[in-house]
């Protein structure tokens, strides 16, 4: 089973930030929090990992809680590119990835 | 840097026939390599993990005789889906890692349609 959750759907107006939160409470002290998107019909595509840090990309901002059990990742100017489905995904043993479903992100005009 | 491909990006093929998917990185040598599948408006569901040179390990539930993989060099694994049939009509992704490094990084997946 994944190790994260994520709301299944959010809107965003363009230009706007968007903020995806994803909480893996079970997280252990060694293992990263990764972040993909998929476009439709598309491989996922890697935005940005972390362990315990705020992280910063061209492409986004990665804010993870002192306990580490949640993490949120922001999109500072959304355009309606960015429209896909967003993962948040913990490894599982040895460098596996198990995906949940996701959230549903829609910038909207 | 860190591109994997797939090839073909997509495959039309008869019920019973087998059908095989390249994975390649591209620009590193990709010392294990996942594959995935995905169906219509669901997550990708690890398939397999496999490391250079040696068997792949299936997760629970995929036959490993249906499913064959082989990753014979670094750069190159490849999925054979033998005698398929409708039900193996998915969305094949790939995904590679690096040596030394803990991020996967994604092919474009391979759309199959058995008739």
């Known amino acids: 089973d994944a190790k994260t959750t994520q709301p299944p759907s959010m809107d965003c107006a363009e230009g706007r930030a968007a903020n995806l939160p994803c909480n893996h409470s079970?997280?252990?002290?060694?293992?990263?929090v990764y972040w993909y998107r998929q476009i439709h019909s598309q491989g996922p595509q890697y935005i940005i990992h972390?362990?315990?840090n705020n992280e910063t990309n061209e492409m986004a901002s990665l804010i993870i809680t002192e306990d580490r059990k949640s993490s949120t990742l922001i999109l500072p100017h959304a355009t309606l590119r960015d429209t896909a489905v967003y993962y948040c995904?913990?490894?599982?043993?040895?460098?596996?990835?198990?995906f949940g479903t996701g959230t549903r992100l829609k910038v909207l005009a | 840097g860190a591109v994997v491909s797939q090839h073909p990006s997509w495959v039309i093929c008869k019920s019973g026939t087998s059908v095989k998917i390249e994975c390649r990185s591209l620009?590193?040598?990709?010392?294990?390599m996942f594959w995935y599948r995905q169906f219509p408006k669901q997550s990708l569901m690890l398939m397999a993990t496999?490391?250079?040179?040696?068997?792949?390990?299936?997760e629970q539930g995929v036959e490993k005789d249906k499913f064959l993989i082989n990753h014979a060099s670094l750069t190159l694994s490849t999925l054979t889906v033998t005698s398929a049939h409708p039900e193996d009509s998915s969305f094949y992704i790939c995904?590679?890692?690096?040596?030394?490094?803990?991020?996967?990084?994604f092919g474009p997946g391979t759309r199959l349609l058995v008739l």
């Open positions: 995904s590679a890692r690096d040596q030394g490094q803990e991020t996967q990084y």
């Open positions: 079970t997280i252990s002290g060694n293992e990263y």
């Open positions: 972390g362990l315990k």
């Open positions: 995904i913990v490894r599982v043993g040895t460098y596996k990835y198990i």
């Open positions: 620009d590193f040598q990709a010392t294990t």
């Open positions: 496999s490391n250079e040179g040696s068997k792949a390990t299936y």
